[in-house]
């Protein structure tokens, strides 16, 4: 008769972890530790975030009137101003805002760039700038050169959109002025001509208008704190590092009390 193989004894998860109590401890310590210095090195960087509301463009002037009509548009136009707030010409220029500042860090465009994130909240309304940084108050800083800048870029596009309708009115104003000099008065050509001429000159007073009130479009701007205490992720980690520490433990502590068992059991076959 061939003899059996004698059968492993059950091994209890608690037995077995009591057992290798000594490694246990010494796997979550390890465990809690390596947490905590993955902390301090590779999570230590803090966030800063400000605020700043858009203005419905709708009830702006009609010369730089976008269309939104809807909820709907808003929040799709609030979108589009928060991908400008992170553009190149607004990071650019937060670049210099914060080279111009005391203690401010210096950096490219491009490097501002990859430490901001700019986004919108689904109902529209609020961009949202967020900036990473080895300190709360240089992230603060960055933040807020972010919004800044925003304001001040959009202020100088604006003008620059106005100044080249500004022109073109110009332009063709000149040309019927031209054409109305050649024109014989009480013709119907001088009369169009007249007609056309004034509908352009009050389309010149609203741009030139609209170019004097030009404004940045921000009902309201909530700045980043840079005095604000940064929150610690060291507490979580380490309850993370202990959770994992623990199942970790668990698993060998059972995987060795099973196979000294089973050597056990074949030797006393």
Do not use: H
């Not at 059950?10 to 490694?23: C, K, Q």
């Amino acid at each position: 008769m061939t003899a059996q193989t004698p059968a492993t004894p059950e091994i209890g998860l608690v037995e077995a972890v009591w057992r290798f109590r000594l490694m246990s401890f010494l796997i979550i310590l390890a465990s809690v530790l390596a947490a905590a210095a993955a902390t301090q090195l590779v999570f230590s960087d803090v966030k800063a975030t400000a605020r700043f509301a858009v203005t419905d463009p709708t009830n702006t002037n009609n010369v730089l009137r976008q269309g939104v009509m809807s909820g709907q548009g808003y929040a799709a136009y609030t979108a589009q101003r928060a991908a400008f707030a992170g553009s190149t010409a607004v990071m650019s220029r937060a670049a210099e805002i914060l080279k111009e500042e005391s203690g401010g860090p210096v950096l490219t465009g491009g490097a501002l760039r990859a430490r901001v994130q700019t986004s919108s909240k689904p109902d529209g309304g609020v961009v949202i700038v967020t900036a990473t940084a080895s300190t709360m108050r240089e992230a603060a800083m960055q933040a807020n050169a972010v919004v800044k800048a925003y304001q001040e870029v959009t202020v100088r596009t604006n003008q620059q959109q106005l100044d080249k309708q500004l022109a073109t009115l110009q332009a063709t104003k000149q040309k019927l002025t031209n054409r109305l000099q050649l024109a014989t008065p009480g013709t119907r050509e001088y009369r169009v001509l007249t007609a056309d001429l004034l509908k352009l000159q009050e389309r010149e007073s609203g741009v030139m208008s609209a170019r004097s009130n030009t404004n940045d479009g921000v009902q309201f701007v909530d700045t980043a704190d840079p005095s604000a205490a940064a929150p610690s992720k060291l507490p979580r980690n380490a309850a993370i590092g202990l959770a994992i520490g623990t199942i970790l433990a668990c698993v060998v502590s059972f995987l060795r009390a099973a196979g000294l068992a089973r050597r056990e059991a074949l030797a006393m076959a």
